[in-house]
């Protein structure tokens, strides 16, 4: 006998209600299998719980009426659309209802239909009704059952909440409904097998799997939706943790201790002309544990702009160069690795340590040298751009890895960094100078041990933040052109580099000869992403020797350009950038003993939520959150540079607690089961490689 086919695995396709060219609109949605459609939640509800009497409804307000049709029919209204209209009554008054476009619904509603109609009220020759969801409730007058939306069957009765999915071309979303509809219950049974403990539901007050499901699909009332959209969230998380934790248990696998007297580091530290604030002590002291042990370091180093993040990761290059191995540092870009190399050269050149540059930019002859002091160990410090990680690149002894700006670079460079190493795994500290909340932070990078940086040196000047509207743009300008005759430098940045049809905002490019012309007394320069190295490399040494003094960009600047001397900054279309972009930007001023300001032009006179925010909080760990509070997560990581999809149920503003206890549990059972072998961690195995059996993440860590 054959065994029933599997409803959560089988093809969309062969689902009720769907057949192969429907099932093909279904895979655009990323819905390919029985299992897909019932995960495939709606992401709002209309609710047409309340039934309201037609003769109290009022312009303006949303509604649900119950009543008869007593006429219908479709009429034109203008350059050929088509205007379906129908009059229903109830016991107190009647309305018109009107579906714009729509003019097939004539033959699917007909006269004496007893109707559901939801929609909001507007005023057209009287009150009218444009519905957005609506149920046949019985037919001719006749009464007995019901029909759901366009056709039968949907399963909603009077006074109902309809759920609102994710559609595409050629398939609404009242279609996903009904298919939906039409296989719940199956769909459901199936996903009987939960594969979370019932004892941790009840521990967290969540429903279990199916009944959670079943209630996103098909809910009673508004109350059940937040309780079953938790449980998905927490599953969600928990098992992202559990991927990060085994992944963070690979890391640890044979690694370095360093134990070497600290002679550098320690002459390092008395070199300084000034002394590390607390923050940065702390951090230090989490980093130097680490590097004590015999697993391999695997640390995140957060902080905001210029907390002093690379005085603490130099501690822990040299740390290992002390104990006789190579340390390296990799930047996102040539400007950024070059300004690290100058630090370098300025801060432990006394100390005698014989230090490489490799990027892009280093060609010819000179590459073949810095790639053999590598191979060969002379070179104990190598400074270098993503060029480090080329399968060509040998190191004789690799000790410790940092990774700047960790945003800049994915999960899979970040892998091969360290897999290319030979047998001892090296140390790794990864640095961001993009503030994130913790609870993004535990997401994206939930393998890494975190430090955080939150505290500024002493004497570090606030930025005087201002956001304007386009009526103070001249006088935004005067005020710069006042501060470059002060002899200051400034920046003028701009979203786009050149000028584009499809988007309203200045660019540099059209805009540098305009402000050339108006500062025609001071060297003007243009700096932006499609220039070559040599080229962008000559703008920003000018502007870092001060033989110019306005640079024209976009945000190319937005790392790697410290000039004290920059004391202004314009942003022009502040709307088109994020707040941590906005953050990172306002950083390359106030890095000296000038006071200095930043003022972002808005598209009107008032200022947006998100604008307002960044006038006002300086903190980039407290602008991270108003950012994360504003706009929800949204694509604050994209899945390059954690190793799994954005979040689809969780949200990090209304669920921490649930992913602090996830990333609890997820850790202790990785550390008492690493492979997930014992029986009552299968199910939990079986539900992370469905999960992400596809993906990059899952495979490297076996």
């Given at each position: 006998?054959?065994?029933?086919?599997?409803?959560?695995?089988?093809?969309?396709?062969?689902?009720?209600?769907?057949?192969?060219?429907?099932?093909?609109?279904?895979?655009?949605?990323?819905?390919?299998?029985?299992?897909?459609?019932?995960?495939?939640?709606?992401?709002?509800?209309?609710?047409?719980?309340?039934?309201?009497?037609i003769a109290d409804i009022a312009v303006g307000s949303d509604v649900t009426v119950i009543g008869r049709v007593m006429a219908k029919g479709v009429l034109p209204v203008r350059s050929g659309l088509r205007v379906f209209r129908a009059v229903i009554r109830d016991e107190t008054g009647r309305i018109e209802c009107a579906w714009f476009g729509r003019p097939w619904l004539d033959r699917s509603i007909h006269s004496g239909d007893l109707l559901l109609v939801n929609g909001t009220v507007s005023f057209f020759h009287g009150l009218q009704l444009r519905p957005r969801e609506y149920t046949v409730l019985a037919r001719g007058g006749k009464g007995g059952g019901h029909a759901g939306g366009e056709r039968a069957g949907s399963g909603f009765p009077a006074g109902t909440i309809f759920p609102v999915y994710h559609a595409t071309q050629g398939l609404a979303h009242r279609e996903v409904r009904v298919v939906v509809q039409r296989n719940l219950k199956r769909l459901l049974d199936e996903a009987g097998n939960d594969p979370l403990p019932s004892s941790w539901l009840e521990s967290l007050t969540l429903p279990p799997l199916p009944e959670a499901l079943g209630t996103l699909h098909q809910?009673?009332?508004?109350?059940?939706?937040?309780?079953?959209?938790?449980?998905?969230?927490?599953?969600?998380?928990?098992?992202?943790?559990?991927?990060?934790?085994?992944?963070?248990?690979?890391?640890?696998?044979?690694?370095?201790?360093?134990?070497?007297?600290?002679?550098?580091?320690?002459?390092?530290?008395?070199?300084?002309?000034?002394?590390?604030?607390?923050?940065?002590?702390?951090?230090?002291?989490?980093?130097?544990?680490?590097?004590?042990?015999?697993?391999?370091?695997?640390?995140?180093?957060?902080?905001?702009?210029?907390?002093?993040?690379?005085?603490?990761?130099?501690?822990?290059?040299?740390?290992?160069?002390?104990?006789?191995?190579?340390?390296?540092?990799?930047?996102?870009?040539?400007?950024?690795?070059?300004?690290?190399?100058?630090?370098?050269?300025?801060?432990?050149?006394?100390?005698?340590?014989?230090?490489?540059?490799?990027?892009?930019?280093?060609?010819?002859?000179?590459?073949?040298?810095?790639?053999?002091?590598?191979?060969?160990?002379?070179?104990?410090?190598?400074?270098?751009?993503?060029?480090?990680?080329?399968?060509?690149?040998?190191?004789?002894?690799?000790?410790?890895?940092?990774?700047?700006?960790?945003?800049?670079?994915?999960?899979?460079?970040?892998?091969?960094?360290?897999?290319?190493?030979?047998?001892?795994?090296?140390?790794?500290?990864?640095?961001?100078?993009?503030?994130?909340?913790?609870?993004?932070?535990?997401?994206?990078?939930?393998?890494?041990?975190?430090?955080?940086?939150?505290?500024?040196?002493?004497?570090?000047?606030?930025?005087?933040?201002?956001?304007?509207?386009?009526?103070?743009?001249?006088?935004?300008?005067?005020?710069?052109?006042?501060?470059?005759?002060?002899?200051?430098?400034?920046?003028?940045?701009?979203?786009?580099?050149?000028?584009?049809?499809?988007?309203?905002?200045?660019?540099?490019?059209?805009?540098?000869?305009?402000?050339?012309?108006?500062?025609?007394?001071?060297?003007?320069?243009?700096?932006?992403?499609?220039?070559?190295?040599?080229?962008?490399?000559?703008?920003?040494?000018?502007?870092?020797?001060?033989?110019?003094?306005?640079?024209?960009?976009?945000?190319?600047?937005?790392?790697?350009?410290?000039?004290?001397?920059?004391?202004?900054?314009?942003?022009?279309?502040?709307?088109?950038?994020?707040?941590?972009?906005?953050?990172?930007?306002?950083?390359?001023?106030?890095?000296?003993?000038?006071?200095?300001?930043?003022?972002?032009?808005?598209?009107?006179?008032?200022?947006?939520?998100?604008?307002?925010?960044?006038?006002?909080?300086?903190?980039?760990?407290?602008?991270?959150?108003?950012?994360?509070?504003?706009?929800?997560?949204?694509?604050?990581?994209?899945?390059?540079?954690?190793?799994?999809?954005?979040?689809?149920?969780?949200?990090?503003?209304?669920?921490?607690?649930?992913?602090?206890?996830?990333?609890?549990?997820?850790?202790?059972?990785?550390?008492?089961?690493?492979?997930?072998?014992?029986?009552?961690?299968?199910?939990?195995?079986?539900?992370?490689?469905?999960?992400?059996?596809?993906?990059?993440?899952?495979?490297?860590?076996?």
């Amino acid at each position: 006998m054959t065994p029933a086919r599997s409803l959560l695995q089988a093809p969309i396709q062969f689902l009720k209600g769907v057949g192969p060219r429907r099932a093909e609109r279904f895979a655009q949605l990323g819905v390919r299998t029985g299992r897909d459609l019932l995960f495939h939640l709606p992401y709002r509800y209309e609710d047409a719980t309340t039934v309201n009497a037609i003769a109290d409804i009022a312009v303006g307000s949303d509604v649900t009426v119950i009543g008869r049709v007593m006429a219908k029919g479709v009429l034109p209204v203008r350059s050929g659309l088509r205007v379906f209209r129908a009059v229903i009554r109830d016991e107190t008054g009647r309305i018109e209802c009107a579906w714009f476009g729509r003019p097939w619904l004539d033959r699917s509603i007909h006269s004496g239909d007893l109707l559901l109609v939801n929609g909001t009220v507007s005023f057209f020759h009287g009150l009218q009704l444009r519905p957005r969801e609506y149920t046949v409730l019985a037919r001719g007058g006749k009464g007995g059952g019901h029909a759901g939306g366009e056709r039968a069957g949907s399963g909603f009765p009077a006074g109902t909440i309809f759920p609102v999915y994710h559609a595409t071309q050629g398939l609404a979303h009242r279609e996903v409904r009904v298919v939906v509809q039409r296989n719940l219950k199956r769909l459901l049974d199936e996903a009987g097998n939960d594969p979370l403990p019932s004892s941790w539901l009840e521990s967290l007050t969540l429903p279990p799997l199916p009944e959670a499901l079943g209630t996103l699909h098909q809910p009673r009332s508004l109350a059940d939706i937040a309780p079953a959209q938790r449980r998905l969230a927490y599953e969600e998380l928990f098992f992202l943790q559990l991927l990060h934790a085994r992944a963070r248990l690979r890391a640890r696998s044979a690694g370095i201790s360093f134990r070497a007297a600290p002679r550098l580091t320690n002459g390092f530290l008395e070199s300084l002309p000034f002394r590390l604030t607390g923050a940065q002590r702390r951090a230090w002291e989490e980093i130097e544990a680490d590097m004590g042990r015999r697993t391999p370091m695997n640390r995140l180093l957060q902080g905001d702009v210029g907390c002093g993040k690379t005085v603490v990761a130099l501690l822990a290059l040299l740390k290992a160069v002390e104990a006789g191995y190579q340390a390296a540092i990799m930047a996102p870009t040539e400007l950024l690795a070059d300004q690290h190399l100058r630090t370098f050269e300025k801060l432990i050149g006394p100390l005698g340590v014989d230090f490489v540059l490799l990027a892009g930019a280093v060609t010819g002859k000179a590459r073949q040298r810095a790639m053999e002091s590598i191979a060969s160990g002379s070179a104990k410090l190598a400074v270098g751009t993503h060029a480090l990680i080329q399968e060509s690149v040998d190191f004789a002894s690799l000790g410790c890895v940092v990774i700047d700006e960790q945003h800049r670079f994915g999960v899979e460079q970040r892998l091969r960094l360290r897999e290319n190493t030979g047998a001892s795994t090296p140390d790794v500290l990864v640095m961001s100078a993009t503030p994130i909340p913790r609870s993004l932070a535990l997401v994206a990078y939930g393998d890494l041990d975190l430090s955080v940086i939150d505290e500024l040196p002493p004497g570090r000047r606030r930025v005087t933040t201002a956001v304007r509207g386009p009526i103070s743009r001249d006088a935004a300008f005067d005020f710069l052109g006042e501060k470059l005759a002060e002899g200051q430098q400034a920046y003028v940045v701009y979203p786009l580099i050149e000028e584009s049809e499809a988007l309203e905002a200045r660019a540099a490019t059209a805009m540098f000869e305009d402000l050339e012309a108006r500062y025609k007394d001071f060297s003007v320069r243009l700096l932006h992403g499609r220039m070559s190295s040599a080229e962008k490399d000559d703008a920003m040494r000018s502007f870092q020797a001060g033989d110019t003094q306005l640079l024209v960009c976009t945000t190319v600047i937005e790392v790697g350009i410290d000039v004290p001397n920059a004391t202004v900054m314009l942003i022009e279309d502040a709307e088109r950038f994020g707040l941590a972009q906005l953050h990172q930007l306002r950083g390359r001023v106030g890095r000296g003993a000038e006071r200095s300001y930043c003022i972002a032009f808005g598209a009107s006179a008032k200022p947006s939520e998100r604008l307002r925010a960044f006038a006002e909080i300086s903190n980039g760990f407290e602008l991270a959150e108003a950012d994360l509070r504003i706009r929800g997560q949204g694509d604050l990581f994209g899945k390059e540079q954690h190793g799994a999809a954005l979040l689809r149920f969780a949200d990090l503003c209304r669920d921490r607690d649930l992913l602090e206890d996830g990333r609890k549990r997820a850790r202790a059972i990785v550390a008492a089961d690493p492979e997930l072998s014992r029986p009552e961690h299968r199910k939990l195995r079986g539900e992370l490689e469905l999960r992400y059996a596809r993906r990059e993440a899952l495979s490297k860590i076996g």
